[in-house]
């Protein structure tokens, strides 16, 4: 049974930093993914298995850095700058393609609430 497993997530000033992990029970490619309440889940970030693929929302580019060590079947988020717009839940997702499509995605974490005050 594949698991995806974050944690980092808190309350932080505009400004500040998280770093958010996700821990797999295997290798796979990686994303991050976030849902504001009321509002549709979005694309922030994600990498091949190699890493040699990244991409970021516009949003966050600049501010977030996806990282992985795959020796631990882990990825991290780290965040920078945080607005309080970057208030959301945060999902890591695995799969076998790096992509900013939900729906390319076949495995889920279950999310880690991050918010930040102005």
């Known amino acids: 049974q594949v698991q995806l497993v974050e944690s980092g997530g808190g309350l932080v000033q505009a400004g500040g930093s998280l770093r958010l992990s996700c821990v797999a029970s295997g290798r796979y490619a990686m994303g991050w993914f976030r849902q504001a309440p009321g509002k549709e889940r979005e694309f922030v970030a994600a990498?091949?298995?190699?890493?040699?693929?990244?991409y970021y929302a516009d949003s966050v580019k600049g501010r977030f850095t996806i990282s992985r060590d795959n020796a631990k079947n882990t990825v991290h988020l780290q965040m920078n700058s945080l607005k309080p717009e970057d208030t959301a839940v945060y999902y890591c997702a695995g799969g076998n393609t790096a992509s900013r499509r939900l729906g390319a995605y076949d495995y889920w974490g279950q999310g880690t609430q991050v918010t930040v005050s102005s």
């Open positions: 990498n091949s298995w190699n890493a040699g693929i990244t």
